[in-house]
């Protein structure tokens, strides 16, 4: 699944923006229209309140004076239409519009047993909201009713909506553009350095300059310039590695092309014979060096799949190859011996059966006639150490690191080695998670390679 940083960002910023903005709108309507529409209901309660100082009991009749002057003031209002209404005992009419809806805040299931209570209804086919105020008078309880049409509230919720919604809309639109503006002049230095990739060679690898990078991204630019590291250090061993591959195949097969040339004026069929022995040493020489790098392309981690790792059982795999050895050691005149112990690791079995091979054929050509060569394997909690000593000339200290590069061969050493073998070993080793390492041979002569594994 394809990700983009920007469509990520703008998310996570623009979600909590909006919903902040979608929360805040109706919170702030109800803090705002609330104490308006109680303050509307305040003053029409108020008026009702008015009403009271104008009704009398005289001779136990209610007598309701209410002059003229003050029920035009009662009723002017520019926006709405205002009504009144006095009832007495039992809900009898003594002065106001007729049919006024009311109740009675003594009613619980309205107001609780309030004095007053505001509530909506119609009147006269429009909407309106209704104050009734209860007050007892001479003994007897009177109802003072006042009533107005809702057109200023209504104007009210919808002023109240556009003063909030247009303010918080603009809002909204500068901060999506605030956040959009800002993603993409801070994604710039990320668009530099695509730039700069884009630009770059592939036989012209520069570092990125990580000084210009953003402090977040920083890390991810060093590691980068430390992976172009270490492509131009792996395609200058493979440059060496080409370089030497043809020299050393190239020694064998011109050797094969003189000896074939001098064949073909040879009459003497002694001689005729040893320069063809000569030729099919040259070609086993060659069939080995081909052979030893297929393995070490195999060791290398684009080699063999890692899902080909398995239990080996390390006595078995050494006792499967041993015969192989056995024959060269008999041919060089070698005592080989084992000491094997119980332990088992899980890898590649082909490769860690080659790594262990080349460190045995090593040790026999290496060795003088008439030497020993000891392979041991033994396992000490997860880790596991296969040995292979010998009591040959050994290997100087100075030069037991130079000894795994690859087609690097001791000065003065005899032998047909291709220089590979010390090299393959260490690839296998690593591939597998473990170690190989040079030590003294406990005798004080020869050497001792030590491969280690961690189960």
């Known amino acids: ?63 309701f004076v209410f002059p003229a002057a003050a029920e035009q003031v009662l009723r002017t209002d520019r926006v709405d239409e205002v009504y009144f209404l006095v009832l007495g005992p039992n809900e009898r009419f003594v002065a ?21 209570l505001n509530f ?20 007897e309880a009177f109802l003072f009713v006042t009533a107005e049409t809702t057109r200023k509230r209504d104007r009210l919720r919808v002023d109240l909506t556009f003063a909030l919604a247009l303010p918080l809309i603009f809002f909204a639109g500068a ?29 012209a690898l520069q570092p990125l300059d990580a000084a210009s990078a953003p402090t977040e991204i920083r890390p991810l630019v060093d590691e980068f310039n ?40 040879e009459n003497d069929a002694n001689a005729r014979e040893a320069r063809c022995a000569q030729c099919i040493s040259a070609i086993e020489r060659l069939g080995h060096l081909v052979n030893q790098m297929l393995v070490l392309l195999s060791a290398e981690p684009s080699g063999r799949h890692a899902d080909l790792a ?58 003088p006639a008439d030497g020993e060569v000891t392979i041991r394997c033994r396992q000490q909690g997860n880790d596991v150490f296969i040995d292979v000593e010998d009591n040959g000339p050994g290997i100087p200290a100075d030069a037991r690191e130079r000894v795994f590069e690859r087609f690097f061969r001791l000065p003065g050493t005899a032998g047909q080695g291709s220089g590979l073998g010390l090299a393959i070993v260490r690839e296998i080793a690593n591939r597998s998670g473990g170690t190989v390492e040079i030590l003294d041979a406990p005798g004080g002569h020869g050497s001792l390679l030590r491969i280690q594994l961690r189960n």
């Open 1 to 63: 699944m394809t990700r983009s940083l920007r469509k990520a960002l703008l998310l996570w910023l623009l979600l909590p923006a909006g919903l902040a903005v979608a929360t805040f709108l109706p919170l702030a309507y109800h803090l705002i229209h609330q104490p308006a529409m109680e303050a509307f209901d305040q003053a029409l309660a108020d008026a009702g309140l008015a009403l009271v100082p104008h009704l009398e009991v005289i001779g136990g009749e209610p007598n």
């Open 96 to 116: 106001g519009d007729i049919g006024l809806p009311h109740a009675s805040p003594n009613d619980d299931t309205e107001s609780g047993g309030e004095e007053r």
């Open 120 to 139: 909506d209804s119609h009147f006269r086919g429009h909407p309106i909201r209704v104050s009734t105020l209860r007050r007892t008078i001479a003994g």
């Open 175 to 203: 901060t999506g553009l605030t956040i959009w503006f800002g993603i993409r002049h801070a994604l710039l230095p990320v668009e530099d350095i695509r730039a700069a990739l884009k630009r770059m060679g592939h036989r």
């Open 226 to 265: 430390l992976v172009l590291d270490r492509l131009e250090q792996a395609a200058a061993a493979q440059q060496r590695f080409v370089a030497n591959a043809a020299h050393q195949l190239r020694t064998p097969l011109a050797g094969v092309r003189t000896q074939l040339e001098l064949l073909q004026r």
């Open 310 to 367: 398995a239990p080996i059982d390390v006595p078995e795999l050494i006792r499967e190859r041993s015969p192989e050895w056995i024959r060269l050691a008999e041919a060089h005149h070698i005592d080989l011996g084992f000491e094997l112990q119980a332990a088992s690791v899980s890898g590649d079995k082909l490769l860690l059966g080659e790594a262990i091979s080349n460190l045995v054929i090593n040790a026999v050509h290496y060795t």
